[in-house]
């Protein structure tokens, strides 16, 4: 089974950028869907990213779209989130996802999560 653990969370200001790793271990991610999710306060956990295990079939949230740029590195076994133009409804705690249906992430249901980061945006 894989394991995920996130990094590269923090304070940055509004229009500022961030990039989030997410490292796995266990397995290779090039056997999962991967998929990034936030959760802001007081709202529930939604996803933002996912992409099939064979890149096929990806989607970023429209929230999202254009500011934000996944990427895979295949060698170290990691994925990022690029998160540029950064604004303050962005903040949220950001997990990193994995799972071998494409259709449980799309569900929001990954059998596999990271701990998740702190991303907070300030104006």
């Known amino acids: 089974q894989v394991q995920l653990e996130e990094s590269g969370g923090g304070l940055v200001q509004s229009g500022g950028s961030l990039r989030l790793s997410c490292a796995a271990s266990?397995?290779?991610?090039?056997?999962?869907?991967i998929g990034w999710f936030r959760q802001a306060p007081g709202k529930k956990r939604a996803g933002i990213y996912y992409?099939?295990?064979?890149?096929?079939?990806?989607w970023y949230a429209d929230s999202v779209k254009g500011r934000f740029i996944v990427s895979k590195d295949s060698a170290k076994n990691m994925v990022y989130l690029q998160m540029n133009n950064l604004e303050v409804e962005d903040t949220a705690v950001y997990y990193c996802?994995?799972?071998?249906?494409?259709?449980?992430?799309?569900?929001?249901?990954?059998?596999?999560w990271g701990q998740g980061t702190q991303v907070t945006v300030s104006s």
């Open positions: 266990g397995g290779s991610l090039d056997y999962y869907s």
């Open positions: 992409i099939s295990s064979n890149n096929d079939n990806s």
């Open positions: 996802a994995a799972d071998r249906s494409l259709g449980s992430m799309a569900a929001g249901a990954p059998d596999y």
